[in-house]
């Protein structure tokens, strides 16, 4: 199971650029709504506000069993116990009927044993990819909206996830600003998901992490619609936003029947993506599938790759209680069985880095099976199976609806695999550094306001 590198820094970091984006942002507002022939109210545009709030406040606590012979391990001595609170309010305010306006504010504090190892570990071996959670990292971002204070007693940072403006003109939609968009039909795989996705093993998917970008939608009669999206990164030693890393693509949906197709064509970072998609029903079964081919800059050592997920859901009753289950098969063409070299392999490597890829392996079955116990209460048990190992994890969790603010969360993740498997454990080539993930439980509380 690969992971990313941890990012911490021990000051808050100002972001040069949020001010005025804001400001820049409201400015464009009426001009943009002119311009898109938008239909503007001739009233004052400030007595059509309509504001929207809601937020949460979150509380986790987890205990993890990290082996005694791996790394983590050795500096702290199981088990590991870590507390983390999160809050997040947003606000989305409406201009009547031709726009609106997202703000996501989030602040999040974490220590304990996990995260003194963490620290630890990044000091020791700086660069090495990280076994448990990190703040969000701006420097490459656009705007640098994070702020963090990182400490070996804690971790806290607050950032913006969310701002951006929608315009809604006749011919679709134009959003600018930091949002979060999600491409594919993958339910726990979705490599046609280029932007932020979620890792497979994610529990909580409330929110992808925001990213900077500009999106463009049009509508195209009734069958689909064409969209668009430009992904402004800044280099990271320079901090000028460049081509090279940079995202620009487009994808068109449309339907024929029953049945609904995606293509995709992106280019991303130094690559290129091409994307076919489609979805259906096969009788009360719904099924989805992607395939992507990505064509792999000069410097490397293949020509490209396939990445290719397939997936089936179906709810049922049984013994009078809801049932839904879901089965899904993902192909992985970059991935390989010599997982202590692949860290050696830089089109592995930087994939991990940003957060495109989670496994290094190559072929998964993975699947999940929900029972609704009471309608406040249901029970599930995700599993995640790399087909060569074989080695994999296993996640029962449960959520309980207290009341109609509060709610409770508790499980945990099993790994299994014998030695030199992806989720069983193996060594870094020429390290001696044992990657092995760890066993662990958590309870979460949260209430939403």
Not at 301 to 327: R, T
Request: net charge negative; charged share 20%; with cysteine.
């Amino acid at each position: 199971m690969a992971s990313r590198p941890i990012h911490t820094s021990t000051q808050y970091r100002v972001p040069s650029t949020s001010a005025l984006v804001v400001v820049a942002l409201a400015l464009l507002v009426l001009p943009l709504c002119q311009i898109l022939s938008s239909p503007c109210e001739a009233s004052p545009w400030y007595k059509e506000l309509s504001p929207e709030w809601g937020g949460h406040i979150r509380g986790r606590g987890t205990v993890s069993w990290p082996d005694e012979e791996t790394i983590q391990g050795a500096l702290e001595p199981a088990p590991h116990y870590d507390g983390t609170a999160d809050f997040r309010i947003k606000n989305k305010v409406f201009f009547g009927q031709w726009g609106y306006f997202d703000t996501h504010y989030e602040a999040v504090l974490w220590g304990g044993d996990g995260w003194r190892t963490a620290r630890s570990l990044e000091e020791l071996y700086p660069g090495l990819v990280k076994l448990f959670g990190a703040a969000p990292d701006d420097s490459t971002s656009f705007m640098d909206l994070t702020w963090t204070d990182a400490n070996d007693d804690y971790l806290f940072y607050h950032r913006i996830d969310r701002l951006a403006l929608t315009l809604q003109p006749e011919w679709g939609a134009l959003r600018i600003g930091r949002q979060a968009l999600t491409w594919g039909n993958g339910l726990i795989f979705n490599p046609m998901d280029l932007f932020n996705p979620f890792e497979p093993t994610d529990i909580l998917r409330d929110y992808k992490v925001g990213a900077d970008m500009v999106t463009v939608d049009f509508s195209v009669h009734e069958t689909g619609g064409l969209q668009f999206v430009y992904v402004p990164r800044r280099n990271p030693i320079s901090h000028d936003v460049t081509w090279d890393q940079s995202s620009l693509g487009g994808k068109w949906h449309f339907s024929f029947g029953t049945t609904e197709f995606d293509v995709m064509a992106s280019k991303n970072y130094e690559d290129y993506v091409a994307g076919l998609g489609s979805n259906g029903y096969l009788g009360d079964t719904a099924w989805r599938m992607d395939a992507t081919w990505t064509f792999l800059d000069e410097q490397s050592s293949d020509n490209g790759f396939l990445s290719l997920v397939a997936n089936i859901d179906y709810s049922w009753v049984w013994l009078e209680k809801n049932m839904h289950g879901l089965l899904e098969f993902y192909f992985n063409g970059l991935g390989t069985d010599d997982y202590g070299e692949a860290y050696n392999n830089p089109d592995i490597l930087i994939r991990l880095i940003r957060g495109e890829m989670f496994t290094i392996g190559r072929t998964y079955l993975a699947g999940e099976v929900q029972m609704e116990l009471h309608p406040l209460f249901s029970v599930y048990l995700s599993v995640i199976n790399n087909m060569a190992d074989p080695s994999g994890v296993l996640q029962p969790r449960a959520t309980w609806d207290m009341t109609g603010d509060l709610q409770m969360t508790f499980g945990g993740s099993i790994y299994y695999g014998a030695a030199d498997t992806e989720y069983g454990g193996f060594e870094l080539a020429d390290t001696g550094v044992l990657i092995k993930p760890a066993n662990s439980a958590f309870l979460w509380l949260t209430y939403f306001f």
